[in-house]
Each structure stands twice: as structure tokens, then as C-alpha cells.
């Protein structure tokens, strides 16, 4: 295990521009077999939170060890199916949020929020919500027809892609282009007036503070982490389209919320003042939706979550875990062309905000070493982190532990001995021969 785990930490601590010999401080261990997938979603787990660990010890200036429990781990990527409300199961996705026939294969929506939702069913000219009627007026069009429409709607849906039909996609080939996240220095600004996390900073300012423009689970899941670490996170909603309530029970633990409508004169100024006090800025909406607000101010650190990344074709479109799979190829590699399949969590949103609390306090760092200052900008994308679980970290192939060999039977091709030893045999010295064809007798020298 401590291989292939060790890969992931070691790529994502490198995009992070951290430094190599902490690595050491990271160890794994706990229960085995966790989050089964064809593809290596434990290990995108393990390693995102590793380095989100790795990073608050560093950021915090301890000799800490970094303790990665495969069942804390397993158990943090589905948090939102462990929910209870005085007892109460969580709603995670409405009736309307699934898979669709469509006249050429297969198409999925998200239409969680009400606003999304009536745009999907206006978009399809539905009247009600009725899921006999939508799957109707799907499987008379073709998945990219639906997913066009939705879109131009205002809603959310997405075709069925193939892992090779997404990489010969104009937007499939930009995430490719680029590395896991971004991370630039924008100017020579001096850092804003706090230390990080837990601490106080010069003149004993107080802890972090951290405005939290996010929604549904990859930015809150990073956000609730710094709250973790004693920041102290203030989270702002538009008072007309609130978080879904199981989302906010289970992402906001550490924070505080409030809603606040930035397009009244009174929200704006408040926005402007809190966003003028505060050390970081993490935001979730789709690109370009928040550049009216001005948000960039010196010496912040600035972090900027989306679905497909702010490039491309689809850089203004929303998206979410579950659409991401959909387009990347990701739910044909766990099921098929003929029955998707999905991820045994939501990786993606869970993975890129482990992975975007670590940039967050590896930016924080990188501030205050020798003074060196300077406003950060943080990019990560979904799909990006899609990528990095589809390409960059290793798979299991069997093919890796097949061989062939030619026999008296025919050419065989068959698994290599799992017992090895530096110095000791790689393959049998004789393949399988015609059943009862030798003579009974031991091999003579």
C-alpha cells in the first residue's frame, strides 16, 4: 500500500511546491479494502488528505506526524451518507438528479436546488416534476441535444462520455493540458494582517479569517477544514437561495454562516468591509459569476473552485461531482457504456477540498517566509481532479503481473507467482505439458 499511496502524496505535495523532505512525517494504516473501485479512489482520498494534514503542520511550524487512517479517511469521503438529523437519513440527491435514457445513450442531471430544477424541466417543456414525463421528453432527443438545451436553459445535465470520447473533447484536452491545480503570485503586496490558523497574528490580531463564497461539498469540505485548524471562517449565502439544509448541517461544522444580499447597497458595503479584514477568500461559483464584486484585494490569498476549471469551451458552466464523472469518461471506467456506474463517494468534491485547504495553507506559508508577501491565487478545478485520479496516479492493470508462454498446450497466457525474492526465480522453468505424457519417474541429473 505505502507505494502507491506515497505516489499520490508525493505528486500532490510537489503541485503544492512543498517541501520534499516532509514527507517523511506522513504514515498510513487502518482498515484495508476501503472505497472499491475500478479506479484508485482510496488512494486519491489518502493522499488529499495527507497533504491537507502535512500542510497545517507545516503551516502551524510543528514537528508533528502526519496519521493517515484509512477508516477516517473512508468515513470523511461519504460524511453526508453518515448524516443523521435527531435521527433522520439525509436527502443527497432529488428525484430529479439521476440518469436518463436519451435517444443515443445515456444523460445525467442535477436538479438538487429548485432554480436548477425548474430550469432543467423548462428546458425540456415539462410541466410538474413528474420523472415519467421527464424520461418521455429525454428519450425523444439525443444526450448531447439535452445536455445543450439544459445548459442554454440555465440548468445542469451532461452526456454520457467515454474516457477516450472526453480526451478527443476540445474541453477534455484543456484540463489535460494542465496540472492538478494553479498556484500564482500576483504582486509584491505585504500579507494581510494575520498569522493562520488557531494563533494570533502580529499585534495579536486574532485567528484567520476566511470568507467562504462556496456551496454543496468541495469548497465547504475545504472551508469546514480550516475551521478544523481554528480559523475563523464566516460563510455567505444570498438570503433568496440558501444552502440545501442536510448540505449545511453536514459541511459548515467550525463555521459561522450568514446570509447577505451583495446586489442591495447595504450587502455590498458590508461584503466590501468583510472582504477588506479578511487573510483568505475561498469562493465556488461558477468562473466569472463573482468578478462584478471586485474580489481581489492585495495580500490575499485567493482560492477559486469550479467544475470544469475557468478555460475552455465549458469554463462558464456550473457542474458538480456527479456531472464531472459523467463527461470525463469516469462512470463508463465503473460501469459502461450500457449501465454507468459511479464512484463509491463523491471523490471529486471530497479530494479537491482536501486538496484545496492544503493550497490555502501552503499560500499562507509561502507568505510569511522571510516576508515574502504577496497576493496568492489558488485554481482548482473538479475535473482536474478527475484527471489527476483517471491518469496520474497508478491503477492496478493485471496485465502488469500476466506473462505468456508457449507450451505443449498451446501459447498460454497466465499470472506470474505472487512469491519473489530479490535473487529467486521470476517464472516457472517449465509450462504445464499434455496431461499424463511423462513417464513416472523423477528428473535424472
Same mark, same amino acid.
Given at each position: ?33 476501503? !472505497?472499491? $473501485? @475500478?479506479?484508485? #479512489?482510496? &488512494?486519491? %482520498?489518502? =493522499? +488529499?488528505?495527507? /497533504? ?9 511550524? !510543528?514537528? $508533528? @506526524?502526519?496519521? #493517515?487512517? &484509512?477508516? %477516517?479517511? =473512508? +468515513?470523511?469521503? /461519504? ?367
Amino acid at each position: 500500500m505505502d507505494n502507491t499511496v506515497r505516489t499520490g502524496t508525493e505528486l500532490l505535495w510537489s503541485a503544492l511546491g512543498g517541501d520534499p523532505a516532509l514527507l517523511d512525517r506522513v504514515s498510513y494504516g487502518g482498515p484495508s479494502g476501503l !472505497l472499491p $473501485a @475500478r479506479l484508485p #479512489v482510496m &488512494d486519491l %482520498a489518502r =493522499a +488529499t488528505v495527507a /497533504v491537507a494534514g502535512l500542510a497545517a503542520v507545516e503551516r502551524a511550524g !510543528l514537528s $508533528a @506526524r502526519v496519521r #493517515v487512517d &484509512d477508516g %477516517a479517511v =473512508a +468515513t470523511a469521503f /461519504v460524511s453526508e451518507r453518515h448524516l443523521r438529523v435527531d435521527g433522520r437519513a439525509p436527502v443527497n440527491f432529488a428525484p430529479l438528479s439521476r440518469f436518463w435514457r436519451a435517444s443515443d445513450g445515456w444523460i445525467r442531471t442535477h436538479a438538487n436546488y429548485p432554480h436548477h430544477r425548474a430550469a432543467l424541466l423548462a428546458a425540456l417543456g415539462v410541466r410538474g416534476e413528474s420523472v415519467e414525463a421527464v424520461q418521455e421528453a429525454v428519450a425523444g432527443r439525443t444526450a448531447v441535444e439535452v445536455e445543450t438545451a439544459v445548459y442554454a436553459a440555465g440548468g445542469l445535465a451532461v452526456a454520457l462520455r467515454t474516457p477516450e470520447e472526453w480526451a478527443a473533447h476540445e474541453q477534455g484536452r484543456e484540463v489535460a493540458a494542465r496540472p492538478v491545480l494553479t498556484r500564482e503570485r500576483l504582486d509584491e503586496a505585504p500579507p494581510r494582517r494575520r498569522s493562520g490558523p488557531g494563533g494570533s497574528g502580529p499585534g495579536g490580531s486574532g485567528p484567520l479569517r476566511v470568507l467562504d463564497l462556496t456551496r454543496v461539498i468541495a469548497g465547504p469540505v475545504a472551508t469546514r477544514t480550516l475551521a478544523l485548524l481554528g480559523a475563523d471562517v464566516l460563510r455567505i449565502d444570498p438570503p433568496g437561495n440558501p444552502e440545501l439544509p442536510d448540505q449545511h448541517a453536514d459541511t459548515d461544522f467550525g463555521k459561522r454562516t450568514a446570509a447577505l444580499d451583495l446586489e442591495s447597497r447595504s450587502g455590498r458595503r458590508t461584503f466590501d468591509e468583510l472582504l477588506d479584514s479578511a487573510d483568505v477568500l475561498v469562493t465556488g461559483y461558477r468562473p466569472g459569476a463573482l468578478d462584478r464584486f471586485g474580489l481581489h484585494r492585495p495580500g490575499l490569498v485567493i482560492a477559486h473552485l469550479s467544475a470544469w476549471g475557468d478555460y475552455g469551451p465549458w469554463g462558464g458552466r456550473r457542474g458538480f461531482d456527479s456531472l464531472v464523472q459523467v463527461a470525463t469518461g469516469i462512470a463508463v471506467t465503473e460501469g459502461s457504456a450500457e449501465q454507468p456506474g459511479a464512484l463509491p463517494a463523491q471523490a471529486l468534491d471530497h479530494g479537491s477540498g482536501y486538496l484545496l485547504a492544503a493550497a490555502v495553507l501552503r499560500s499562507l506559508t509561502e507568505q510569511s517566509v522571510d516576508g515574502a508577501g504577496g497576493t496568492r491565487l489558488v485554481r482548482l478545478a473538479l475535473a482536474q481532479t478527475g484527471h489527476f485520479l483517471t491518469h496520474a496516479l497508478p491503477r492496478y492493470e493485471p496485465e502488469t503481473y500476466l506473462t505468456e508462454t508457449d507450451s505443449p498446450l498451446g501459447r498460454l497466457r497466465h499470472a506470474l507467482s505472487p512469491v519473489t525474492y530479490e535473487g529467486g526465480p521470476t517464472d516457472w522453468s517449465r509450462p504445464p505439458g499434455i496431461q499424463g505424457g511423462d513417464d513416472p519417474a523423477w528428473v535424472t541429473a
